[in-house]
């Protein structure tokens, strides 16, 4: 054996191909991350809701109204994202409705491992629903499966009636699309909700269209009642089943990164 | 850019495959469709970064695009399509089903494995 030239320990390494079958998602961690959050609200009986849009299509003035609207019918959390600050989680807290913030710096959408950190902070008991306000971006959000009941886009006149078919990634699997600032419409006359409609059948999306004015508070019922819906159906779901408070499963291999 | 997460994610997947082996990762298979969200060349363009001080560093990474194919639900026909016009191209119908388009899979790895280390005879 040779002591002084270390052949031994590199030289005779045999090494050999293996080739390893996978075909699992490129985000498969984040899938099993989600389904942990979905497990959690579901265990609560909480409809889950995750808010996508472009920065400044009105997420915010949406919640502010929907809290005003139903805050004596419903008990309402949310998760705010954004990249930096928490005005919309203050703006959120001023309505009295327990709100926890993610910051995530120069991360351009949520994961669900980060709302699944924003949930130990945010008790699930007694909540009939939880909002989480994605990051504002049309592009990336629309990859991650936070754990959401429903993704809801939300496209504002302000923004044209084509962005269905230029981000059509996040509007093919919306479940319901909000066109906000409705308010708006008299001097959008190059927006029209029939073409946004048509735009998002184009992407063989059957979901619900619905034109609306947080801030002028017009044709919010039609989304009230939309939502009315998914809470009933989710609370349906739940049945007798509810996990007690806490964590009482396994965390190390779902919540691995 | 949420290509870097994403790939960020694929080289963990990979790397839990590679070091219980003690393995070397030489290519790593990716197929992308074009409704994944995913750009392919921001993909790769962030694979160095996210590969690099890990097991697969160095490793080829070979990305395959898949077509976007959608069958009609109403004349049950199968055809192509553009992202952002998922129409029946037999009768234009746009009640249509994805059948391929969407995936981001990890198809498979291709090895270097260490199959046993032994010693040879000084000469």
């Known amino acids: 054996m040779c002591e002084t030239c270390g052949c031994t320990v590199t030289a005779s390494r045999v090494k050999e191909a293996a080739t390893v079958e996978v075909l699992s998602r490129l985000l498969d961690a984040n899938d ?15 409809l889950a809701l995750n808010l996508m849009s472009s920065p400044g299509a009105g997420k915010t003035s949406l ?94 006149m302000t923004e044209g009636d084509d962005k269905p078919a230029k981000y059509p990634v996040i509007f093919r699997t919306a479940e319901l699309v909000l066109l906000t600032k409705m308010d708006l419409a008299p001097f959008m006359d190059d927006f029209d909700p029939e073409r946004a409609e048509q735009a998002v059948r184009a992407l063989a999306n059957a ?45 190390s291999s779902t919540m691995a990164r | 850019m949420h290509e870097l ?25 990716v197929a992308i469709g074009p409704l994944s969200g995913i750009e392919p060349q921001l993909l790769a363009a962030a694979y160095p970064l996210a590969c690099a001080g890990t097991s697969a560093d160095g490793a080829r990474l070979a990305i395959e695009r898949t077509e976007l194919r959608l069958r009609c639900r109403r004349c049950g026909a199968e055809s192509t399509a553009e992202p952002n016009r998922l129409l029946c191209g037999a009768c234009g119908d746009w009640q249509t089903d994805l059948l391929s388009g969407d995936e981001m899979m990890l198809l498979r790895v291709e090895l270097e494995v260490p199959e046993a280390t032994f010693e040879v005879p000084h000469v």
């Open chain 1, 32 to 46: 099993r991350a989600a389904a942990h959050n979905r497990a959690h609200f579901d265990a609560y009986g909480v």
């Open chain 1, 63 to 156: 919640l502010e109204a929907t809290i005003e609207a139903v805050k004596d019918e419903f008990r309402i959390a949310v998760i705010e994202g954004d990249l930096e600050t928490d005005n919309d989680a203050r703006r959120i807290r001023a309505r009295g409705v327990p709100v926890v913030q993610i910051t995530t710096g120069s991360a351009c959408h949520l994961d669900a491992h980060m709302v699944h950190d924003a949930l130990h902070a945010m008790p699930l008991a007694g909540l009939d629903v939880l909002f989480i306000e994605n990051v504002g971006n049309l592009v990336c959000p629309a990859s991650f499966d936070l754990g959401q009941h429903r993704r809801i886009t939300l496209l504002s």
């Open chain 2, 5 to 29: 997460a994403i790939c960020q994610a694929l080289i963990a997947e990979v790397e839990n495959i590679a070091r219980p082996r003690g393995a070397w990762v030489k290519e790593i298979y």
């Open chain 1, 207 to 251: 979901a619900p269209v619905i034109a609306v004015s947080a801030r002028k508070a017009m044709n919010l019922e039609k989304w009230l009642d939309w939502l009315r819906g998914e809470i009933a159906a989710v609370r349906a779901r739940r049945g007798d089943g509810r996990i007690p408070l806490g964590h009482h499963h396994d965390h």
